[in-house]
C-alpha cells in the first residue's frame, strides 16, 4: 500500500486539512496536541471505520462544529497497481461510506466498505497499524540495536515474533526427525546385512544337504561292495 493523500473535515481538531504524502517512510512530526495522531486516527478510520476510533464515535466530530455540518476523511493510496479512494462520513450518529476503485464504485456503507478493504488489503485493524505505524519509541529502540537484536524487535512490533518461534520448534522437530532418519538407516542397514547373511547360510546349508546326499550315495555302493566281497569270502 502506498498513501497517497488524505482529507479531514470536522475531524476531531481538524476542522479541514488536506494532506499530500511523499514516497517512502513517512514521519509525522509535530508538538505534543498537534494532531499527529488523530492524523493516523483518520487512515484508520477511513479504512476500518468506528473499531479504529479512540472514542466513542459521537466524539469524533469536531467540537464546535454546526449540528448540520458533516464529519468525513477521504484516504487516496494505490496497491497492486489500482487507485483506492475511500470516503467516511459521519452525519449526526450516522456513518455511511464509499470505496472507489481507479473511479469506478467498488463498495458501499460503512459495513461494506470496511469488508471490502479488509479483505483487499489482507489485514485486520490490529495486523494493519502493526505492519504499517511505528510509534517514536519503537523508532528509538531500534537505533542502537545489533542486527539480531533489531530484528528481534522488528518482529515484535510486527507482531510475527510468533513466526520466528514456529520456525524454531520446526527446525528442532526437523532434527528430531532426522535423528529419527539416521537410526532407522542404521537399522535397515543391519537389517539388509542379517538378510544377505541369512541367505548366505541357507545356500551353504543347500550345498552341506546336497554334499551329503551324495556322501550317502556312497556309502551305500560301498556297503553293497562290502555285502558282496563278504557273500563271496
Same mark, same amino acid.
Given at each position: 500500500?502506498?498513501?497517497? %493523500?488524505?482529507?479531514?473535515?470536522?475531524?476531531?481538531?481538524?476542522?479541514?486539512?488536506?494532506? !499530500?504524502?511523499?514516497?517512502?517512510?513517512?514521519?509525522?512530526?509535530? &508538538?505534543?496536541?498537534?494532531?499527529?495522531?488523530?492524523?493516523?486516527?483518520?487512515?484508520? $478510520?477511513?479504512?476500518?471505520?468506528? *473499531?479504529? %476510533?479512540?472514542?466513542?464515535?459521537?466524539?469524533?466530530?469536531?467540537?464546535?462544529?454546526?449540528? %448540520?455540518?458533516?464529519? $468525513?476523511?477521504?484516504?487516496?493510496?494505490?496497491?497492486?497497481? !489500482? %487507485?483506492?479512494?475511500?470516503?467516511?462520513?459521519?452525519?449526526?450518529?450516522? &456513518? #455511511?461510506?464509499?470505496?472507489?476503485?481507479? #473511479?469506478?464504485?467498488?463498495?458501499?456503507?460503512?459495513?461494506?466498505?470496511? *469488508?471490502?478493504?479488509? =479483505?483487499? /488489503?489482507?489485514?485486520?485493524?490490529?495486523?494493519?497499524?502493526?505492519?504499517?505505524?511505528? =510509534?517514536? =519509541?519503537?523508532? !528509538?529502540?531500534?537505533?542502537?540495536?545489533?542486527?539480531?537484536?533489531?530484528?528481534?524487535?522488528?518482529?515484535?512490533?510486527? =507482531?510475527?515474533?510468533?513466526?520466528?518461534?514456529?520456525?524454531?520448534?520446526?527446525?528442532? #522437530?526437523?532434527?528430531?526427525?532426522?535423528?529419527?532418519?539416521?537410526? /532407522?538407516?542404521?537399522?535397515?542397514? #543391519?537389517?539388509?546385512?542379517? /538378510?544377505? @547373511?541369512?541367505?548366505?547360510?541357507?545356500?551353504?546349508? @543347500? !550345498?552341506?544337504?546336497?554334499?551329503?546326499?551324495?556322501?550317502?550315495?556312497?556309502? &551305500?555302493?560301498? @556297503?553293497?561292495?562290502?555285502?558282496?566281497?563278504?557273500?563271496?569270502?
Amino acid at each position: 500500500m502506498k498513501l497517497i %493523500s488524505i482529507e479531514l473535515h470536522n475531524f476531531r481538531k481538524f476542522q479541514h486539512a488536506e494532506i !499530500n504524502f511523499p514516497n517512502g517512510i513517512i514521519g509525522i512530526i509535530g &508538538s505534543n496536541g498537534a494532531g499527529k495522531s488523530t492524523i493516523i486516527e483518520a487512515i484508520g $478510520w477511513a479504512i476500518y471505520g468506528n *473499531k479504529a %476510533s479512540r472514542t466513542q464515535k459521537d466524539q469524533i466530530k469536531r467540537q464546535g462544529a454546526a449540528a %448540520s455540518d458533516d464529519c $468525513w476523511v477521504r484516504l487516496r493510496f494505490e496497491m497492486n497497481g !489500482n %487507485s483506492y479512494e475511500i470516503l467516511r462520513i459521519l452525519k449526526a450518529n450516522f &456513518s #455511511d461510506a464509499q470505496a472507489k476503485v481507479n #473511479d469506478g464504485i467498488a463498495a458501499t456503507t460503512s459495513t461494506g466498505v470496511t *469488508k471490502f478493504l479488509e =479483505k483487499k /488489503i489482507g489485514m485486520n485493524y490490529d495486523s494493519f497499524y502493526t505492519s504499517i505505524v511505528a =510509534k517514536q =519509541k519503537e523508532l !528509538n529502540a531500534l537505533s542502537n540495536k545489533t542486527p539480531a537484536d533489531r530484528k528481534k524487535n522488528m518482529f515484535k512490533m510486527l =507482531k510475527i515474533d510468533a513466526i520466528e518461534d514456529a520456525i524454531k520448534r520446526v527446525r528442532e #522437530d526437523k532434527r528430531e526427525k532426522n535423528s529419527v532418519i539416521q537410526h /532407522i538407516e542404521k537399522v535397515l542397514k #543391519d537389517v539388509d546385512e542379517i /538378510i544377505k @547373511e541369512k541367505i548366505r547360510k541357507e545356500a551353504e546349508k @543347500e !550345498n552341506l544337504l546336497i554334499s551329503a546326499k551324495k556322501i550317502d550315495e556312497e556309502i &551305500s555302493e560301498k @556297503e553293497k561292495i562290502l555285502f558282496e566281497v563278504e557273500e563271496e569270502r
